[in-house]
């Protein structure tokens, strides 16, 4: 990579997780209800009446940047809530993919505004590499817990939130934003459950999990894990955060015999790298 091309993408990774913000008016939008369920509600509520008039409730936040590179706050102009050091992530398994010639795609499921697939498409033209990236998301937010089959979902109520509906066309217009929209970027649209049993993907050399949900987090190990080639990595953006995620990490290693070890990105992201 020249030098030029290394100064694009830590542009491009500044830009996505909405570094200006953070540095110069350290905004932070009102965070979707933690606590009480009560307490959940009325925020969440708040939020969503809010989001329908494109208006936000924002605080002055010291920590921004620094919560930025961990991916903790909701960016008010980001492409990603990921952070640097997941993006940074991407970068490493990306470029050892390549160095060690494994072969296949990349894909995310659940893309928010498309951040994380963005960086990934960005990376693959940069090393001239003839490779897809799969943008997998129901492009209307979260499903709503199927507690009858994943008891482990109990109490999600991301589902309810306005600001994870993004829409597959805004997403669409962000890659173009980039000029990074071309026939390499496959859209799969819909529930996982729905779309990645049947998704024409043959070979995946990245595979990046963020759905929040223990049934969003299986689905896609159940479909996608086996498409893995040897020397691959697979992200779990919520592993360190969302005990739902963890779980359905564990429940499906558990009954396959993994043993790959699991590596801390920044105390949310986890990632391994299935063996040669």
Same mark, same amino acid.
């Given at each position: 990579?020249?030098?030029?091309?290394?100064?694009?993408?830590?542009?491009? *990774?500044?830009?996505?997780?909405?570094?200006?913000?953070?540095?110069?008016?350290?905004?932070?939008?009102?965070?979707?209800?933690?606590?009480?369920?009560?307490?959940?509600?009325?925020?969440? +509520?708040?939020?969503?009446?809010?989001?329908?008039?494109?208006?936000?409730?924002?605080?002055?936040?010291?920590?921004?940047?620094?919560?930025?590179?961990?991916?903790?706050?909701?960016?008010?102009?980001?492409?990603?809530?990921?952070?640097?050091?997941?993006?940074?992530?991407?970068?490493?398994?990306?470029?050892?993919?390549?160095?060690?010639?494994?072969?296949?795609?990349?894909?995310?499921?659940?893309?928010?505004?498309?951040?994380?697939?963005?960086?990934?498409?960005?990376?693959?033209?940069?090393?001239?590499?003839?490779?897809?990236?799969?943008?997998?998301?129901?492009?209307?937010?979260?499903?709503?817990?199927?507690?009858?089959?994943?008891?482990?979902?109990?109490?999600?109520? +991301?589902? /309810?939130?306005?600001?994870?509906?993004? /829409? *597959?066309?805004?997403?669409?217009?962000?890659?173009?934003?980039?000029?990074?929209?071309?026939?390499?970027?496959?859209? +799969?649209?819909?529930?996982?459950?729905?779309? +990645?049993?049947?998704?024409?993907?043959?070979?995946?050399?990245?595979?990046?999990?963020?759905?929040?949900?223990?049934? /969003?987090?299986?689905?896609?190990?159940?479909?996608?894990?086996?498409?893995?080639? /040897?020397?691959?990595?697979?992200?779990?953006?919520?592993?360190?955060?969302?005990?739902?995620?963890?779980?359905?990490?564990?429940?499906?290693?558990?009954?396959?015999?993994?043993?790959?070890?699991? *590596?801390?990105?920044?105390?949310?992201?986890?990632?391994?790298?299935?063996?040669?």
């Amino acid at each position: 990579m020249t030098t030029t091309e290394q100064h694009y993408i830590q542009l491009l *990774k500044e830009t996505l997780i909405d570094k200006d913000n953070a540095v110069r008016y350290q905004l932070t939008p009102l965070a979707p209800g933690q606590g009480s369920f009560l307490k959940r509600m009325v925020i969440n +509520l708040l939020i969503n009446t809010l989001s329908k008039k494109n208006l936000i409730i924002t605080g002055i936040n010291k920590n921004g940047l620094k919560q930025r590179e961990i991916g903790l706050g909701w960016p008010i102009n980001g492409y990603t809530m990921i952070g640097l050091k997941r993006l940074n992530n991407i970068q490493f398994c990306i470029e050892e993919v390549i160095k060690n010639k494994v072969e296949g795609d990349f894909i995310e499921t659940g893309v928010w505004r498309g951040g994380a697939c963005i960086f990934a498409k960005a990376l693959f033209e940069i090393y001239n590499e003839n490779r897809k990236v799969w943008v997998a998301d129901s492009f209307k937010g979260l499903p709503k817990p199927n507690t009858t089959l994943y008891p482990e979902d109990e109490g999600d109520d +991301l589902y /309810s939130l306005e600001q994870l509906r993004i /829409s *597959k066309e805004q997403v669409m217009n962000n890659f173009k934003r980039f000029d990074l929209l071309d026939d390499n970027v496959k859209f +799969l649209e819909g529930w996982f459950k729905d779309t +990645l049993p049947t998704a024409p993907i043959e070979k995946l050399a990245i595979v990046r999990l963020d759905g929040d949900m223990y049934e /969003s987090t299986m689905d896609g190990l159940n479909h996608l894990y086996h498409k893995l080639s /040897s020397g691959g990595f697979i992200i779990i953006d919520d592993y360190g955060v969302i005990p739902a995620c963890k779980k359905a990490v564990h429940d499906f290693r558990d009954e396959h015999g993994i043993t790959e070890e699991i *590596k801390n990105i920044d105390g949310s992201g986890y990632f391994w790298q299935k063996n040669f």
